[in-house]
């Protein structure tokens, strides 16, 4: 048997000064059961092997309280009747506390107090590694937060995140973990065995969001889209887990948001098409995989072609025939679109200048703007320099951007807009009516014209909700002295009611589809253009 003999320093650390313990089964009763077994194990082998450990542990005082110890031990002797073991004890509590607090504020997102990003990600990698029957990633997305950060700034912003993680709290409960998973994104690991507890939670999250947020005497609707996916049914990995929660939380949003979205083998071929097209397109650009098509801008009082708009289209040989609905969402996301849109604006003046070599005149030809490209400090040079090469004056392009760009309150914003108006393009704001209307901001930005969005044109003249939008547009634009262009002309109905809009300029299929280049110069021919 083997007899402890402790100093004073180690019955202390223990909280059995009044008390030593008489055996080494005694001593071993002080130490946490999650770390006993291991204490006995390098015991045992001490007495048998010799040698020396050293341990961390966990000990359990008489009055309950738990301390942390470093234990280090050392065999003197080999025979196993006369092996003598000396060591020290450590109370390493402190030390422990502080490391634990370290890791905490690492894991932990500081506006919210949830887990952050790494946090969340290392606890659902320790659920996948203790093979339990099964648990569920559920990822949430606040819908239009990012407009109300905008708009407010960023100490509402603030405000509503710390709001929303309230409510994810209450929803998700002792169910599961939620973390913030990064800006408006939130995400939660829940243990699902009976498979029905994630779809339980998420429909909590839906119904809570429906109610509006309040700040500085305000109320806001932000309502949330989630995406579920199980494991191992959606995925073994973590990385798998998360994308495909993300891909059905994107589905949710797409269905009409504030709705929840379990993952389907269709997501998933949706999410290997999108690896296939981003993975092509990092290429296409080298490639000379992308053209060009021109839709004629036209009078709408005689049809006569006015100018064009250029639409871009890929052709990858692997892929085939890609519109841009299938590629540039990804684009936007993967950043190439910046590449993308400097190419389309040299493209466009190169063939604008061909076609005046040619002897023919549209007025201008229009290229969309994306809001990641119109945020790189060099778009006016880019302008500057395509105009220059192809010894095109300013008002032979058009630059049409998303709405997005009008909430952009910055200085930035405002030079960007005015080095473009110095160099004498037309500047246009796209789908006018769609996105954010921020009216001030239009009335304050030296831009040209707006873009009817077709999405309202559809609807007139039988549809009241269409038909006033369309003429709140119209009044806009006339008392700003704006130019309106309305997209997606298809009747003679929609003609006539734009025509008794005062709108005069237009586009659709009522009087051409998208052009190649060679169309678009024999559709000018036959109009003596």
Same mark, same amino acid.
């Not at 939130?186 to 119904?207: H, K, N, P, S, Y």
């Not at 070599?357 to 007025?363: N, Q």
């Given at each position: 048997?083997?007899?402890?003999?402790?100093?004073?320093?180690?019955?202390?650390?223990?909280?059995? &000064?009044?008390?030593?313990?008489?055996?080494?089964?005694?001593?071993?009763?002080?130490?946490?059961? %999650?770390?006993?077994?291991?204490?006995?194990?390098?015991?045992? *082998?001490?007495?048998?092997?010799?040698?020396?450990?050293?341990?961390?542990?966990?000990?359990?005082?008489?009055?309950?309280?738990?301390?942390?110890?470093?234990?280090?031990?050392?065999?003197?002797?080999?025979?196993?009747?006369?092996?003598?073991?000396?060591?020290?004890?450590?109370?390493?509590?402190?030390?422990?506390?502080? /490391? /634990?607090?370290?890791? *905490?504020?690492?894991?932990?997102?500081?506006?919210?107090? =949830?887990?952050?990003?790494?946090?969340?990600?290392?606890?659902?990698?320790?659920? =996948?590694?203790?093979?339990?029957?099964?648990?569920?990633?559920?990822?949430?997305?606040?819908?239009?937060?990012?407009?109300?950060?905008?708009?407010?700034?960023?100490?509402?912003?603030?405000?509503?995140?710390?709001?929303?993680?309230?409510?994810?709290?209450?929803?998700?409960? %002792?169910?599961?973990?939620?973390?913030?998973?990064?800006?408006? %994104?939130?995400?939660?690991?829940?243990?699902?065995? @009976?498979?029905?507890?994630? /779809?339980?939670?998420?429909?909590?999250?839906?119904?809570?969001? *429906? /109610?509006?947020?309040?700040?500085?005497?305000?109320?806001?609707?932000?309502?949330? &889209?989630?995406?579920?996916?199980?494991?191992?049914?959606?995925?073994?990995?973590?990385?798998?887990?998360?994308?495909?929660?993300?891909?059905?939380?994107?589905?949710?949003?797409?269905?009409?948001?504030?709705?929840?979205?379990?993952?389907?083998?269709?997501?998933?071929?949706?999410?290997?098409?999108?690896?296939?097209?981003?993975?092509?397109?990092?290429?296409?650009?080298?490639?000379?995989?992308?053209?060009?098509?021109?839709?004629? =801008?036209?009078?709408?009082?005689?049809?006569?072609?006015?100018?064009?708009?250029?639409?871009?289209?890929?052709? *990858?040989?692997?892929?085939?025939?890609?519109?841009?609905?299938?590629?540039?969402?990804?684009?936007?996301?993967?950043?190439?679109?910046?590449?993308?849109?400097?190419?389309?604006?040299?493209?466009?003046?190169?063939?604008?200048?061909?076609?005046?070599?040619?002897?023919?005149?549209? &007025?201008?030809?229009?290229?969309?703007?994306?809001?990641?490209?119109?945020?790189?400090?060099?778009?006016?040079?880019?302008?500057?320099?395509?105009?220059?090469?192809?010894?095109?004056?300013?008002?032979?392009?058009?630059?049409?951007?998303?709405?997005?760009?009008?909430?952009?309150?910055?200085?930035?914003?405002?030079?960007?807009?005015?080095?473009?108006?110095?160099?004498?393009?037309?500047?246009?704001?796209?789908?006018?009516?769609?996105?954010?209307?921020?009216?001030?901001?239009?009335?304050?930005?030296?831009?040209?014209?707006?873009?009817?969005?077709?999405?309202?044109?559809?609807?007139?003249?039988?549809?009241?909700?269409?038909?006033?939008?369309?003429?709140?547009?119209?009044?806009?634009?006339?008392?700003?002295?704006? %130019?309106?262009?309305?997209?997606?002309?298809?009747?003679?109905?929609?003609?006539?009611?734009?025509?008794?809009?005062?709108?005069?300029?237009?586009? @659709?299929?009522?009087?051409?589809?998208?052009?190649?280049?060679?169309?678009?110069?024999?559709? =000018?021919?036959?109009?003596?253009?």
């Amino acid at each position: 048997m083997i007899r402890p003999s402790l100093t004073d320093e180690a019955l202390r650390i223990i909280g059995r &000064s009044d008390d030593p313990p008489r055996s080494l089964e005694s001593v071993m009763e002080q130490i946490a059961d %999650e770390d006993r077994q291991r204490v006995r194990e390098a015991v045992e *082998s001490l007495v048998r092997d010799g040698g020396a450990f050293d341990l961390e542990v966990r000990l359990r005082r008489a009055s309950g309280e738990l301390r942390w110890a470093r234990l280090i031990g050392q065999a003197e002797g080999r025979a196993p009747m006369t092996t003598r073991i000396t060591g020290t004890l450590q109370d390493i509590t402190q030390r422990r506390q502080i /490391e /634990e607090a370290l890791r *905490s504020q690492a894991r932990t997102d500081p506006l919210t107090g =949830l887990y952050n990003r790494d946090g969340i990600l290392g606890e659902l990698e320790r659920r =996948l590694g203790d093979a339990r029957d099964g648990c569920t990633v559920i990822y949430i997305d606040l819908d239009r937060f990012k407009l109300v950060n905008d708009l407010l700034g960023h100490a509402a912003g603030d405000q509503l995140l710390i709001s929303a993680a309230r409510r994810l709290e209450r929803c998700v409960g %002792e169910d599961g973990l939620l973390a913030r998973f990064g800006g408006d %994104e939130f995400l939660a690991v829940v243990d699902d065995a @009976g498979r029905d507890a994630a /779809e339980t939670i998420a429909a909590r999250i839906t119904q809570a969001f *429906s /109610e509006g947020f309040r700040y500085a005497g305000e109320e806001f609707s932000i309502t949330a &889209s989630v995406g579920l996916a199980r494991h191992p049914e959606h995925g073994r990995t973590v990385q798998q887990l998360v994308n495909n929660a993300d891909a059905a939380m994107y589905d949710a949003k797409r269905r009409g948001r504030n709705t929840w979205q379990v993952f389907t083998p269709e997501l998933e071929r949706q999410q290997y098409d999108r690896v296939q097209v981003e993975a092509q397109l990092r290429r296409a650009l080298d490639n000379d995989e992308f053209r060009l098509v021109y839709q004629p =801008l036209v009078s709408l009082d005689d049809g006569r072609t006015f100018g064009a708009e250029a639409l871009i289209r890929w052709h *990858s040989p692997s892929l085939g025939e890609l519109p841009p609905d299938r590629f540039i969402s990804h684009a936007e996301t993967t950043g190439d679109i910046v590449h993308i849109g400097a190419w389309v604006i040299g493209a466009a003046c190169r063939q604008m200048a061909d076609w005046r070599g040619a002897g023919l005149m549209p &007025s201008r030809v229009a290229v969309n703007v994306s809001y990641r490209q119109f945020l790189t400090e060099d778009l006016p040079q880019i302008i500057a320099r395509a105009l220059d090469e192809h010894g095109l004056p300013g008002s032979s392009l058009e630059l049409e951007f998303t709405e997005r760009v009008l909430i952009e309150d910055a200085p930035d914003t405002l030079r960007t807009f005015q080095a473009l108006r110095e160099l004498g393009v037309v500047l246009t704001i796209d789908d006018f009516g769609e996105g954010y209307s921020a009216l001030n901001y239009l009335r304050r930005l030296p831009i040209h014209g707006l873009k009817l969005s077709q999405a309202f044109l559809q609807g007139v003249p039988g549809n009241p909700s269409d038909v006033a939008i369309c003429q709140a547009v119209a009044g806009i634009a006339r008392s700003l002295g704006l %130019e309106v262009v309305a997209e997606g002309v298809e009747n003679t109905a929609q003609r006539t009611f734009l025509l008794d809009l005062g709108i005069h300029l237009g586009q @659709g299929f009522l009087f051409a589809k998208p052009l190649s280049p060679d169309e678009f110069a024999a559709h =000018l021919r036959r109009q003596g253009r």
